[in-house]
């Protein structure tokens, strides 16, 4: 039990540590993209990385003004570092649907996929295709079978499943990814 105390002190250390490397970084209160990718080392990597990190940054830019102010900076830190499943199935919902519209349909879920692949530098964890794999989880996921995979789909889908699990949540490991690139500035 001390140790489950001390990671969350823990989690708590990082967070303030992260909240006083935007101050340095933004006196101006605002976090543009490209600053975003600096503060986590994303300027020379991958097409792939570099599209994932943008599509992460415009999920936690809440009022879309194409910057993350303190208050969405420290939204954005909480749920990666603290967020319980639920709400990091939400956030994973949120960066799937590119057109916002509350739902996903095949594309949305594939685009998603070959970027992970990419990232992963693998073609999934049973030699499957995007579209293989994003086949399944309408399989698996899409309950009515309607083409298109709600939130409450998606959710269910999830905990029921756990291949299904560890795609939808977009397993890249983004939290230990995150503490150990935030911060590492030129």
């Not at 101050?23 to 599209?51: D, N, T, Y």
């Not at 599509?55 to 830019?61: A, G, N």
């Not at 230990?176 to 500035?185: A, M, R, S, V």
Request: one cysteine or more; glycine letters at 6%; charged letters at 25%.
């Amino acid at each position: 039990m001390g140790q489950e105390e001390s990671h969350e002190e823990m989690d708590l250390a990082q967070i303030q540590e992260l909240c006083i490397i935007f101050m340095k970084e933004c006196p101006s209160g605002a976090l543009h993209l490209h600053e975003f990718k600096r503060i986590f080392g994303v300027q020379s990597s991958s097409p792939e990385e570099s599209l994932y990190i943008e599509t992460i940054f415009h999920s936690f830019d809440t009022n879309q003004n194409n910057a993350l102010d303190f208050i969405e900076y420290v939204a954005a830190l909480h749920l990666i570092l603290r967020g319980n499943m639920e709400d990091r199935l939400k956030w994973s919902f949120k960066l799937y649907d590119k057109d916002g519209n509350g739902k996903l349909d095949r594309q949305e879920v594939k685009r998603i996929i070959r970027i992970l692949y990419k990232i992963k530098g693998q073609t999934g964890d049973v030699g499957m295709t995007p579209s293989q794999t994003c086949d399944r989880i309408f399989e698996l996921v899409d309950k009515n079978n309607d083409g298109q995979i709600t939130l409450a789909e998606f959710l269910e889908g999830a905990q029921k499943d756990e291949w299904v699990m560890k795609l939808l949540k977009l397993d890249v490991n983004f939290t230990g990814w995150f503490t150990q690139n935030c911060g590492k500035l030129p």
